[in-house]
């Protein structure tokens, strides 16, 4: 029976697939600790306390992609060539989501609106990363290759999560709701379109490599546009929605050690 478990476990068990998501993978997170450790340093001096927090998600997404390419080390492969098409922070940042990086490599301060822009953006990406994530501790965490790196990354993104949505809280109530929304509802509908071009890219580079038939490529096709059509219609919401998250100042502190992988 074709599952999320089994499709994940076909990829993990093949040593090509495996290193292309994880270079994938580490490629996106590479970019996100960039990105953070860029806005951190940018921060308007009105958001000084903010940039802390800001730099210990890019820390969070550094770890990140350090532990992708600890887990293709631990099995003798290298990191390959990301395809273009697969990668969804470049798409997203080429496609206006976020804040240009031709406006964070220059030595500007940003402002209060440019950082509402990022944390709207984060908060949509984030809720995407939080999912996925919970997915894979869902059927992996007692995994004993990959395990304890699916725990700790799906915890970090939790964290991640809970910050976007306690910061944009505060900016609301200091009267940037109108702009928070709309730009979360621009954020939304722009990265629902390019999760789903890029999951039909991965998947078409990954029923290459495994040989899949175009019975089941089509089957996972029709999957990926299912999904994006009740994002259209209606789950695009879930990425909108703001409430006060269960952990308070969940970046708060310094960066959780990433596991080993001996």
């Given amino acids: 029976m074709l599952s999320a478990k089994s499709l994940f476990q076909e990829i993990l068990d093949d040593d090509e697939s495996f290193a292309l ?31 802390p927090k800001i730099s210990r998600h890019g820390a969070d997404e550094d770890k990140h992609g350090r532990i992708f390419n600890a887990l293709m080390k631990k099995r003798g492969l290298d ?21 240009a990086h031709e406006q964070l490599k220059r ?67 200091a009267g940037h709701g109108r702009l928070i929304q709309r730009t979360l509802r621009e954020c939304a509908h722009a990265e629902i379109r390019i999760y789903r071009d890029v999951s039909l890219a991965v998947m078409a580079h990954m029923g290459r490599i495994l040989g899949w038939s175009r019975a089941k490529a089509a089957v996972l096709q029709a999957g990926i546009h299912a999904v994006y059509a009740y994002e259209r219609l209606g789950g695009w919401r879930r990425m909108v929605s703001l409430s006060p998250p269960r952990r308070r100042n969940a970046l708060g502190g310094p960066a959780s050690p990433e596991p080993e992988f001996a």
């Fill in 21 to 51: 998501f994880c270079s994938i993978a580490a490629s996106g997170e590479s970019q996100g600790g960039w990105e953070n450790a860029r806005i951190a340093a940018l921060v308007p001096d009105s958001e000084r306390e903010l940039a």
């Fill in 107 to 173: 030595d500007e301060r940003l402002t209060v609106r440019d950082i509402v822009t990022y944390l709207s953006h984060s908060r949509v990406t984030e809720q995407r990363a939080s999912e996925q994530m919970d997915l894979l501790r869902k059927h992996f965490a007692d995994h004993p290759g990959i395990g304890r790196a699916v725990k700790q990354i799906s915890n970090d993104e939790d964290n991640h999560l809970a910050y976007c949505h306690e910061e944009l809280l505060r900016f609301a109530r």
């Fill in 79 to 99: 990191p390959v060539p990301v395809p273009p098409e697969t990668d969804y922070t470049m798409l997203l940042e080429k496609n206006g989501i976020g804040l």
